[in-house]
C-alpha cells in the first residue's frame, strides 16, 4: 500500500514562491501517475498538475505558466514549484498518486497553501 507524505504548505505573499514536496512510501511495485489538487474553502477539489512516470505533464488552465511539477522517480517523490502566487491560490493542496494495473488511487493527508499580504 502506498503512502503520501508532503511537506512545503504554508505563507505566502501575493506574488512570491512555494514549493510543495510528496513522497511516496510503503508497499507498491509502481506508480503510473502522481499529481497535485486543491481544494479551497467552500469549493470543489481541482486539479493542479498531474505528472507520469515518463514525465508526461498537464496542468490547470489556471496555473499555466506559473507552477511547474516534477518528479525524482528514483525517490518517488514529486514536487510543485509555485511561482508568482495568486489570493486565489489559497487552498489545502493534495498530492495523489495511481496506477491501473495494479489499481490503487491514494490521496495525501493535504498541505495548507495561504496566499496573503
Known amino acids: 500500500q502506498v503512502q503520501l507524505v508532503e511537506s512545503g504548505g504554508g505563507l505566502v505573499q501575493p506574488g512570491g514562491s512555494l514549493r510543495l514536496s510528496c513522497a511516496a512510501s510503503?508497499?507498491?511495485?509502481?506508480?503510473?501517475?502522481m499529481g497535485w489538487y486543491r481544494q479551497a474553502p467552500g469549493k470543489q477539489r481541482e486539479l493542479v498538475a498531474t505528472?507520469?512516470?515518463?514525465?508526461?505533464?498537464k496542468y490547470a488552465d489556471s496555473v499555466k505558466g506559473r507552477f511547474t511539477i516534477s518528479r525524482d522517480n528514483a525517490k518517488n517523490t514529486i514536487y510543485l514549484q509555485m511561482n508568482s502566487m495568486k489570493p486565489e491560490g489559497t487552498a489545502l493542496y493534495y498530492c495523489?498518486?495511481?496506477?491501473?494495473?495494479?489499481?490503487?488511487?491514494?490521496w495525501g493527508q493535504g498541505t495548507q497553501v495561504t496566499v496573503s499580504s
Open positions: 505528472i507520469t512516470s515518463g514525465n508526461s505533464t
Open positions: 495523489n498518486a495511481g496506477s491501473i494495473w495494479p489499481r490503487f488511487n491514494v
Open positions: 510503503g508497499t507498491f511495485f509502481s506508480i503510473d501517475v
